[in-house]
Structures are given as structure tokens and as C-alpha cells.
């Protein structure tokens, strides 16, 4: 496999690694047995990924990192098609460009990861996963989910994220002529109003749209501390989010008021209506900040609002696939050095 080129000369570094550990835990959350690892061919890096099973392509196609596939046949490489579920073009995650996006491909890594671990990983592969990202700032979840065409909800309670999405979002659906319904209201609950919400229906084709095979994307613009008002229980099938960390995205409390560099107060307030959200079986996979907030600390948030840990601190044994505690560990610069914890719901 071949390695996307990364904008980010920091994560570049890391990518070989990363991805390697993202296709073993994959393979094996699917039952399929591989080996990975770096590979150089005549001064080009590769990942060499080795197994028996016709699966194995499609998980491959699939990590945050591939850029072209290549099989290995008599001391010769020949090109193989990625068969990987891609609805539209890239550019919905790509062209978009400002200061605290996180990026592209952590997020693909961040979903791939967080559903492979579910009770239903197939999910991740079949279009049929449901996802939330409860602090989605600008929308970089909610584009990467449109891209492989998933079903997403996004929720943030800046405003000015909210109609800087909606903005971008209008313009690339009619810049793309897309068959869409987009619609802008006001959420309403018992006489409460909550904040505004954006609710997208696209489809990659007349055809599809024709036939009902539409992607739905949900913009909340509100707390995500309240989000049991709003959203019914058992909803979605995985919550992912980057959350916030550093100057950039410091945590805030419902009434405006900054909380402090760690997370772990917000997570408080808002894990029991993340759980809520979460259909039993399904996941939840948090980047975060191991300068703000400790690994031991993130399982015990997670476990403290009924979570079980299944990647992070005080997992027993190796991850599904055997990949270590602190694979996806990594340094996004000086004030930051980003991990994963996943824990699952049932």
C-alpha cells in the first residue's frame, strides 16, 4: 500500500506507523488474519500487508492512509483498484482550510478505529453505520461521513462554526450539482428552544436520489449537555469527536463560561446523553490530549458513565488485532500529544 501525501509534515511522520496498526486492528475485528508492516521499494515507503483472506483488499482500501494498491507478483508490483466506498468527490473534506481542522486523515483513522471495535464492525464497511459527533465544530466528521456515505449527526454549540458550515456546505452541493433538500429551522422541544438546526438530504446521482439512496447529514447548532432533550435514545451506531483541547478549542460551559484546558469536566456533563445516544454494542472513540488529560483518567471518565474501555488504559491483553494500548499515540506539535481511548457501550 502506498501512503497518501499529508499537508501535515508532523503526522506524515507518523503515518506508516499508524496506519499499520489501523489495518491490523481492523483485519482483526473482521476475523481476517494479516501481517503489516514498512516496506521501502526503490526509495518510496510502502506498508507490505500479507493474508489469505479476499477480504483483506476492501480493509486495506478502506485505511485513513491509502493512496494506491499494489500486488506483489514476481518481484513486481501491479496496480490493484482500491475497493473502498467513496460517494463524492474529496474536496468536501479537503478544500476547506483554517487554523484548529483537524486532520483529514486522523478523522478517517479516528471512525475507522472507534467502529472496528463495535459488536457490528461490518457496519463501517456496508454504508449502514449511523454516526455522531457531538463537538463537530466545522464539520469535518460530518464531510467525512458524506464522503463514504454514511449517515451523521454533528453537534456544536459555537454559532459561528454552525453558519460557516452551512455556508460552505450550500455552496459545494450547488457547485457539484447535486440533487439536495437542505433546510435551516429552529430546534423546539415542550416549548424550549434549544438552538437551530441544519438537516441535508443529498445523493451522489439522479439515480440514487430517484431511488431513495440518499446520505443524510444533521447540523446541531446547541449543547451538546442537552442533546437527551433533542435526541432519541439508542440512535446512533458510533460517537466520535476530537475534543477540544489547547487555545484553540478550550472547553466551555452551557452558560458561555471557559471551564479549563482539560476536558474532563465537560466530559461529565456530557457523557450521559452520549451514552444515551449509543445503541448497545456500538462505540465511542475520543481523541484527546494526554498533556490536559491522562489516559487513566479518560478510562475512568468513560467507565464512571457505564462505558467499557476496549482501547486505551486498562484494557487486559492486546486490542482486537493485537495492537498496543498506545498505537495510535502521536505528537501534533509542541503543546500536543494526541491519543485514542475507544470504549463500548453493552
Known sequence: MLLAPSSNRVYAGDAARLNAAEITLLAGALGIEASVEPVTVAGVDYLAVAGDDDRLDRVVSEASGAFALFGARDGLLSPTPLERRRLYTDDVVTIQKYQGKTNEQFT?????????????????????????????????TLNTCLLRGLDITGIEVDKGDFE?????????????????EIDATQIRRSGRTY?????????????????????????????????????????????????????????????????????????????PGWHD??????????????????????????????????????????????????AFRHRVDASIDRDIVVARKG
Open 277 to 326: 445516544a449509543l445503541r448497545t454494542g456500538g462505540t465511542i472513540g475520543l481523541a484527546y490530549n494526554r498533556h490536559v488529560a491522562g489516559p487513566e483518567a479518560m478510562a475512568e471518565a468513560l467507565e464512571a458513565h457505564g462505558f467499557t474501555v476496549v482501547h486505551g488504559h486498562g484494557v487486559d491483553g492486546p486490542t482486537q488485532g493485537h495492537v498496543a494500548a498506545d
Open 164 to 180: 460557516q458550515y452551512q455556508a460552505f456546505i450550500t455552496t459545494w452541493l450547488r457547485t457539484h450539482r447535486l440533487k439536495h
Open 195 to 271: 438552538g437551530r438546526a441544519l438537516e441535508l438530504e443529498t445523493a451522489p446521482s439522479k439515480e440514487d436520489w430517484k431511488a431513495g439512496r440518499t446520505q443524510q447529514v444533521t447540523y446541531l447548532s446547541m449543547d451538546t449537555t442537552k442533546l437527551p432533550d433533542v435526541m432519541r435514545r439508542a440512535s446512533v451506531d458510533v460517537v466520535v469527536t476530537d475534543l477540544p483541547y489547547g487555545v484553540q478549542h478550550g472547553s466551555h460551559g452551557s452558560n458561555g463560561e471557559r471551564l479549563a484546558r482539560s476536558p474532563l469536566r465537560l466530559l461529565d456533563r456530557a457523557l
Open 108 to 140: 478517517h483513522l479516528l471512525l475507522n478505529v472507534t467502529a472496528a471495535l463495535s459488536k457490528r464492525p461490518a457496519q463501517l464497511l456496508d454504508g449502514t453505520l449511523h454516526v455522531l459527533d457531538p463537538m463537530c465544530g466545522r464539520g469535518t
